[in-house]
């Protein structure tokens, strides 16, 4: 089975701070992973999407990055942490025959 | 992906069936309906999906239109813990890049 580990559970942050989030990938070679924002109350915005090592596809335009420097593993990275960056950030892969996996999730307070 | 519309809440009685609609009005002929529900502050878990034919699991039960233009999830006896958060999405399987837009979903809440 596959196991998504992304920490810390939650975070609180100033504004102006870095911010680095890890998502591992268990039980599987070469996963397609995504980063997801989660507003409160509202549904999944997708951020970035991974299908390989060093390649990454932003979605939305923000003072956010991604990185995969390993197949199993995927970062979420800011230099400077905005308030609107408060959220609840989501790790997932993605498999044809069952769809989407998730990690338990990061919450995210900028203040 | 092809968009799909929820409502933004329903109430059920602990014991009931919940019956969570979908509408997909726009869905491709290769694109396949997925269920995911998350419960608070969880990453989305994944439920049932289908093409064309009804589907059932041990979680619930999935009914899809002739037309497919619309799908509605049953849960046969709701429980307190599934109170939830039901995202509907339609995409293509095997696309690469894997891509979905999970909109606002029905926020189900099971009643005693």
């Known amino acids: 089975s596959q196991t998504i580990h992304q920490w810390p559970a939650t975070l609180v942050q100033p504004v102006g701070s870095p911010l680095s989030l890890e998502c591992t990938v268990e039980?599987?070679?070469?996963?397609?992973l995504y980063w997801y924002r989660q507003a409160a109350g509202r549904g999944l915005q997708l951020l970035f999407y991974s299908v390989g090592i060093g390649q990454i596809s932003s979605e939305v335009p923000q003072n956010l990055s991604a990185s995969r420097p390993q197949d199993r593993q995927f970062i979420l990275s800011s230099k400077k942490l905005l308030l609107s960056d408060s959220g609840f950030y989501l790790c997932?892969?993605?498999?044809?025959?069952?769809?989407?996996?998730f990690g338990s999730g990061t919450r995210l307070t900028v203040v | 992906d092809a968009k799909t519309t929820q409502p933004p809440s329903m109430d059920c009685a602990e014991g009931r069936a919940a019956n969570l609609p979908c509408n997909h009005s726009t869905i491709s002929g290769n694109e396949y309906v997925y269920w995911y529900r998350q419960i608070h502050s969880q990453g989305p878990q994944y439920i049932i999906h289908g093409l064309k034919n009804n589907e059932t699991n041990e979680m619930a039960s999935l009914i899809i239109t002739e037309d497919r233009k619309s799908s509605t999830l049953i849960l046969p006896h709701a429980t307190l813990r599934d109170t939830a958060v039901y995202y509907c999405i339609v995409r293509v399987p095997w696309t690469n890049a894997g891509k979905s837009t999970f909109g606002d979903g029905t926020t189900l809440t099971v009643k005693p």
């Open positions: 997932g892969r993605y498999a044809a025959n069952y769809g989407y996996t």
């Open positions: 039980g599987t070679s070469n996963p397609n």
